[in-house]
């Protein structure tokens, strides 16, 4: 019986420390392919504060009293795949920058929250030195995992707006409730801890969840919405799941979203 044990221990123990090492592996799922370009797209290239080399697309909006909406995406894919859901919004005039991360859509680096937060400020801040935008004139989109970067950047910036797709309250719940059986609270490398952050944003809000998401559960969105302060508004799809939110209509209710903030000339 000794035996046994010991040689369960340390079977557990290999099984913690494989986790630990992969655990970027079992989170991010990145394509790393440039998208082709497409038109209207303006190519644009920044360089982050930790000197990381990025490209991604801009899409000027057509009526400049109405805001530039910065989208930051999941954790598979690259931005390339997301056009289609902000093609709403360009035909109605407003502004999008596709954010690519580091790792995704040909750019280089190691993936992680932080490099995530600096993408994030790297986009943001060029849109306000290069293009002119002030921080009130940026809606920012988070979808997914991009809701962490997307909540970072609210408390950041005085944004005109935060939008946020299938979020959660952090990813180490969603951890937590996946591995039980594992300390993910003291091996987990990136957190973002939503729950913690989004009640210092005073932006208005707008979260819209599945309650047939099996990625990210309804509850969580709950959470995070709870925490949050007015002016906010949870769009509820009984029949959503993670991925089809847009076949609902999800890009209606962001549009009525959007039509209350208004841009500065």
């Not at 290069?130 to 962490?148: A, C, L, M, R, T």
């Not at 559960?217 to 925490?227: D, M, T």
């Amino acid at each position: 019986m000794k035996i046994f044990l010991i040689g369960a221990a340390l079977i557990y123990v290999l099984f913690v420390a494989s986790l630990f090492v992969t655990q970027r592996t079992l989170i991010y799922f990145p394509n790393n392919s440039r998208p082709a370009p497409v038109q209207g797209a303006e190519i644009i290239k920044v360089t982050t504060r930790d000197n990381q080399k990025l490209e991604s697309w801009y899409f000027a909006p057509k009526d400049r009293t109405k805001p530039v909406i910065v989208f930051f995406h999941g954790n598979s894919g690259n931005y390339g795949d997301r056009l289609y859901k902000v093609q709403y919004y360009l035909e109605a005039g407003y502004g999008a920058l596709l954010a690519g991360y580091r790792g995704y859509g040909g750019n280089s680096g190691d993936i992680s929250e932080q490099g995530f937060y600096e993408d994030g400020r790297a986009y943001i801040d060029w849109l306000m030195s290069e293009k002119g935008f002030q921080s009130s004139e940026i809606v920012i989109y988070g979808e997914s995992i991009g809701s962490g970067t997307a909540v970072q950047m609210a408390v950041e910036y005085n944004i005109g707006g935060l939008i946020l797709e299938v979020p959660f309250s952090s990813l180490q719940e969603i951890a937590v409730k996946q591995y039980p059986f594992v300390p993910v609270k003291y091996l987990l490398k990136d957190r973002f801890m939503n729950i913690e952050k989004i009640g210092n944003i005073s932006a208005p809000l707008i979260i819209l969840h599945g309650n047939k998401d099996q990625v990210i559960p309804f509850y969580s969105a709950e959470e995070l919405f709870k925490a949050a302060k007015e002016p906010k508004k949870f769009i509820n799809f009984p029949d959503g799941e993670h991925n089809n939110l847009y076949d609902f209509g999800a890009s209606s209710h962001i549009l009525g979203f959007l039509a209350g903030i208004k841009a500065k000339n």
